[in-house]
Every structure is written in structure tokens, then in C-alpha cells.
């Protein structure tokens, strides 16, 4: 069987860095709505499950994008599958916060 070599590249720190902090970013509104979701229901007059929805969309979305990054982990590696992911999630909190 044939082994890989691996090269190191100089910014790999900054690749898991970025996604880290856009992963860490993400769960930071999920966490923060979620013990206080009777206080918004009451005080906005709206129904629980908006409110719910909001921390709901990570594990949600997790389930729907686990096969193609698992995919592209074993086509692509780990730095492009980070980079994609990276992305991705800078992309949804943009548009979370562009959108509010």
C-alpha cells in the first residue's frame, strides 16, 4: 500500500484560527436565545417555536451538511474542507446579521 506524504503549509493555524472563531461566533446566539425563549415569547408576542428556531438552525443544518464534508474530506483534505467550512459560516453569520 501506498503512503501519503504530507506537507505542512505556514498558515494552517490561521485556516483552523478563522474557522474556530466562525464556528464560535455561530453558537453564540444559539446559546444565548435559548434561556430566554418564554421571556421573547412574552414580551414580543410571538410563538416559542420562532424563537426556538433560531438555536435550532445549527444541529439542523449540521444533519443536512455532515455527508458532503465528510465527502470532501476524503476527496479534498482537511485544509480544503476547513476553508470551505470557514466560509460557509461567515456566510451565515453575514447574512444572520444583515438580515436582522
Known amino acids: 500500500m501506498e503512503t501519503k506524504q504530507y506537507k505542512?503549509?505556514?498558515?494552517?493555524?490561521v485556516v483552523i484560527a478563522t474557522y474556530l472563531f466562525a464556528s464560535l461566533v455561530n453558537q453564540v446566539p444559539s446559546n444565548t436565545f435559548s434561556a430566554m425563549t418564554s421571556k421573547v415569547e412574552n414580551e414580543f408576542h410571538i410563538p416559542s417555536i420562532l424563537v426556538t428556531l433560531n438555536f435550532l438552525f445549527f444541529p439542523i443544518s449540521h444533519c443536512i451538511f455532515a455527508m458532503p464534508v465528510n465527502w470532501s474530506l476524503t476527496k479534498r483534505g482537511i485544509r480544503f474542507s476547513f476553508i470551505i467550512a470557514a466560509v460557509t459560516m461567515i456566510a451565515g453569520v453575514w447574512l444572520r446579521t444583515t438580515l436582522s
Open 8 to 13: 505542512e503549509v505556514p498558515y494552517r493555524y
